[in-house]
């Protein structure tokens, strides 16, 4: 099947360095928020989430930056390594309703 | 495992026919949604059920059609209206408002 994502910007990043992806969302007043990774063919996967009353989440190897100032949303991935190559997007949402996702960007993983 | 499963990974539909895309989940959540997802662009929500034998359209409903009468199951039907059905389409739930939305592993959809 072709490929979604086709004209999505990229990022591409050394294999061991860190990421760093960006989102912007659209409602200032969104209180919750999620990282989606998304592989070729396949459905997105849930990565890490925040509510508007953290600005910093930590999961493993994964963290998520809340700026509601600029309405800014950031996934950093440290220690980038091959299977980290996908489609990566946001979602936001106000009380679960009316989920909103961003376009995405492509991470590849250079060697 | 819990899971939503969508069926067929991949589906070609004819001039004229309408196709129906099946999404099953067994994780007892209330909502399910169908999005589409084309090239370069965010999912759009096609139509979304918070419950049984109820559900509402969403930003591009036009050209589908769905059914909700068992909580585990939300088919998605593409008729003959819908002029540019090409595209991958997702199956998703969430537990209640205020949670995370999970998806299915997507169904192909092409015009040939």
């Known amino acids: 099947g072709e490929s979604v994502g086709l004209h999505l910007p990229t990022l591409s990043v050394q294999e061991g360095d860190n990421s760093i992806i960006n989102c912007a969302y659209s409602?200032?007043?969104?209180?919750?928020f999620i990282w989606y990774k998304q592989e070729s063919g396949k459905g997105p996967q849930f990565i890490i989430d925040?509510?508007?009353?953290?600005d910093k989440r930590q999961g493993q190897r994964v963290t998520v930056l809340l700026n509601k100032t600029v309405k800014h949303l950031s996934l950093q991935i440290a220690a980038t390594q091959p299977g980290d190559s996908a489609v990566y997007f946001c979602?936001?949402?106000?009380?679960?309703?009316?989920?909103?996702f961003g376009p995405g960007t492509r991470l590849s993983v250079l060697p | 495992d819990g899971g939503i499963t969508q069926s067929p990974k991949y589906l070609f539909r004819k001039e004229g026919q309408n196709v129906t895309l099946s999404c099953e989940q067994n994780?007892?959540?209330?909502?399910m949604y169908w999005y589409r997802q084309d090239p370069g662009q965010g999912l759009r929500l096609i139509y979304y059920?918070?419950?049984?034998?109820?559900?509402q359209k969403g930003d591009i409903a036009e050209g589908y059609s769905v059914s909700r009468e068992k909580k585990e199951s939300f088919p998605l039907t593409v008729t003959s209206a819908q002029k540019n059905p090409t595209a991958f389409y997702l199956c998703?739930?969430?537990?209640?408002?205020?949670?995370?939305?999970?998806f299915g592993e997507g169904s192909w959809l092409t015009v040939v």
């Open positions: 998703a739930s969430t537990q209640s408002r205020g949670n995370t939305i999970y």
């Open positions: 059920s918070q419950i049984v034998n109820d559900f």
């Open positions: 409602n200032s007043a969104s209180d919750y």
């Open positions: 925040i509510r508007s009353n953290m």
């Open positions: 979602a936001e949402t106000l009380r679960g309703q009316n989920f909103v």
């Open positions: 994780l007892n959540h209330d909502a």
